[in-house]
């Protein structure tokens, strides 16, 4: 079982440029979330995805953006990147919206905005 | 909303000693608590997972404890190595979608 995987792990990009970041959930596991993790901070929550729709967000613009597919993978998309947006971003999946195991983190994507 | 707090913020203990870390969170409504470890630049590694309906969870020389009443979770380390040496996360998950709220964590450094 290969777990929580996501791609690519580091990435650079420019203030102003768009982002796609993508994550493939853990063997039967069918929702995913997304969290941003600043340098020093505990991970935030970015949103959350069942059955192909957003059950639930966090207090992030409408900048970030995401999908899930059929497959229960996931892609998140930030436009219009800001220094800020500098960030660890963390997938996490988890089976069903209730009770149950924790959830699986994945490794991360390191963005850089320059 | 859930808000969630780890104390110390940064620990530094010489090998071989045992200590705890704490976490406290506002809405005991919750479906279980997660430890987890991070090391430097790194993803979540899962430590210990405490459901709602439980008091602790042991695993090797980590035991987790779970007070859902007082809003208090302990996340005991025995006879600490250099090797634990990371950030420690408390996570909680609340909500209808269990969204997971996480705390600071707090910084351990083991000395050798």
């Known amino acids: 079982d290969a777990g929580v995987t996501q791609s690519p792990t580091h990435l650079i990009k420019t203030r102003g440029q768009q982002v796609t970041l993508r994550c493939s959930p853990k063997?039967?596991?069918?929702?995913v979330s997304w969290y941003q993790q600043a340098l020093g901070q505990g991970p935030q929550f970015i949103f959350q995805y069942y059955e192909e729709e957003e059950r639930q967000r966090g207090n992030f613009p409408d900048r970030f953006s995401g999908h899930q597919f059929p497959n229960y993978s996931s892609e998140l998309n930030v436009n219009a990147l800001l220094l800020g947006d500098s960030a660890l971003y963390l997938c996490?999946?988890?089976?069903?919206?209730?009770?149950?195991?924790?959830?699986?983190f994945g490794p991360g994507t390191r963005l850089t905005v320059t | 909303k859930q808000e969630v707090t780890q104390i110390p913020a940064a620990l530094s203990v010489p090998e071989g000693e045992n200590l705890v870390l704490n976490c406290s969170f506002t809405?005991?409504?919750?479906?279980?608590l997660q430890w987890f470890r991070q090391d430097p630049g790194k993803g979540l590694t899962s430590l210990l997972l405490?459901?709602?309906?439980?008091r602790e969870q042991t695993s090797g020389r980590l035991n987790a404890s779970l007070d859902k009443s007082s809003g208090r979770s302990t996340l005991y380390i025995a006879a600490s190595q250099p090797g634990d040496s990371a950030t420690y996360l408390c996570a909680v998950p609340s909500g209808g979608y269990q969204k997971v709220t996480f705390g600071i964590g707090t910084k351990l450094q083991v000395i050798p």
């Open positions: 063997s039967g596991h069918d929702t």
């Open positions: 405490i459901q709602s309906s439980q």
């Open positions: 809405d005991s409504a919750i479906y279980n």
């Open positions: 996490a999946s988890r089976s069903g919206l209730a009770g149950g195991p924790g959830q699986y």
